[in-house]
T-cell receptor
Framework: GAVVSQHPSRVICKSGTSVKIECRSL??????MFWYRQFPKQSLMLMATSNEGSKATYEQGVEKDKFLINHASLTLSTLTVTSAHPEDSSFYIC??????????????FGPGTRLLVL | AQSVTQPDIHITVSEGASLELRCNYSYGATPYLFWYVQSPGQGLQLLLK??????LVQGIKGFEAEFKRSQSSFNLRKPSVHWSDAAEYFC???????????FGTGTRLLVSP
C-alpha cells in the first residue's frame, strides 16, 4: 500500500517549452502533496506544498509563476514547469501525505521525474 | 530553524559488516524523525520513523534507529550489510503535526565485497 507514481519518469524538452509532471497516489487519498527538487548529489529541497482544492504554498525563492502546481483531486497533483530553461534541469520528486481520520504524519514518495532542458 | 546534519558524505562498508549512519538535528522540541533510502535514479523509500515512545525504532530491511534526546541524534544502524543496501540514505526531521520535512544532505553507502 501507499504507492505514489509519477509520470513521466524522464523528459527532454527544448528551452522555452512547458513540461507537465503528474503525481498520483494510487491506493490512498492524499490530503497534501509536496514537490521537491533534487540537484545531482544533493539533498531534496522542498519547492511547494499543495492541498486539494486550494492554492499551493511555495517555499521562499521558488517562482510560483514558473512552477505551476495544481492539486485537482485527492489523488492527483501536477507540476508544470513553464518556459523551461536549462537551469531548470533537475530531478523532481513528489510526495503525498495520506488522508486519515487522525493525522498521518508520513510522506510517501514518488519515483521522481528527470527533466532535461536543452 | 530546523536543520539536519549528516556528517558523513559517503561510507564504505564490507558486506556482512555492521553499519551506523549518523544524523544530528536541530529543533526546539522533539521533532518527528525519519530515515529514507534512495536508490540511483529513484524516489525515496521510508525505512523507519520516530514520533514518540520507545527510542529504539525498528524499520524495514533489518534497519533500526535510536533516538537520543541528549545528543539530538537519530543514528541508523544495521547489524549486517548486504550488497543491495548500497544507496543514498537521508535523515529528515519534521515538526509534530507536521507538514514540511527538512532533509539532511545524505550519506552514500558503498558496500565492498
Amino acid at each position: 500500500g501507499a504507492v505514489v507514481s509519477q509520470h513521466p519518469s524522464r523528459v527532454i524538452c527544448k528551452s522555452g517549452t512547458s513540461v507537465k509532471i503528474e503525481c498520483r497516489s494510487l491506493d490512498f487519498q492524499a490530503t497534501t502533496m509536496f514537490w521537491y527538487r533534487q540537484f545531482p548529489k544533493q539533498s531534496l529541497m522542498l519547492m511547494a506544498t499543495s492541498n486539494e482544492g486550494s492554492k499551493a504554498t511555495y517555499e521562499q525563492g521558488v517562482e510560483k509563476d514558473k512552477f505551476l502546481i495544481n492539486h485537482a483531486s485527492l489523488t492527483l497533483s501536477t507540476l508544470t514547469v513553464t518556459s523551461a530553461h536549462p537551469e531548470d534541469s533537475s530531478f523532481y520528486i513528489c510526495s503525498a501525505e495520506m488522508k486519515r481520520v487522525s493525522r498521518s504524519e508520513t510522506q510517501y514518495f514518488g519515483p521522481g521525474t528527470r527533466l532535461l532542458v536543452l | 530553524a530546523q536543520s539536519v546534519t549528516q556528517p558523513d558524505i559517503h561510507i564504505t562498508v564490507s558486506e556482512g559488516a555492521s553499519l551506523e549512519l549518523r544524523c544530528n538535528y536541530s529543533y526546539g522540541a522533539t521533532p518527528y524523525l525519519f530515515w529514507y533510502v534512495q536508490s540511483p535514479g529513484q524516489g525515496l523509500q521510508l525505512l523507519l520513523k520516530y514520533f514518540s515512545g520507545d527510542t529504539l525504532v525498528q524499520g524495514i530491511k533489518g534497519f533500526e534507529a535510536e533516538f537520543k534526546r541528549s545528543q539530538s541524534s537519530f543514528n541508523l544502524r544495521k547489524p549486517s550489510v548486504h550488497w543491495s543496501d548500497a544507496a543514498e540514505y537521508f535523515c529528515a526531521v519534521g515538526p509534530p503535526g507536521f507538514q514540511k520535512l527538512v532533509f539532511g544532505t545524505g550519506t552514500r553507502l558503498l558496500v565492498s565485497p
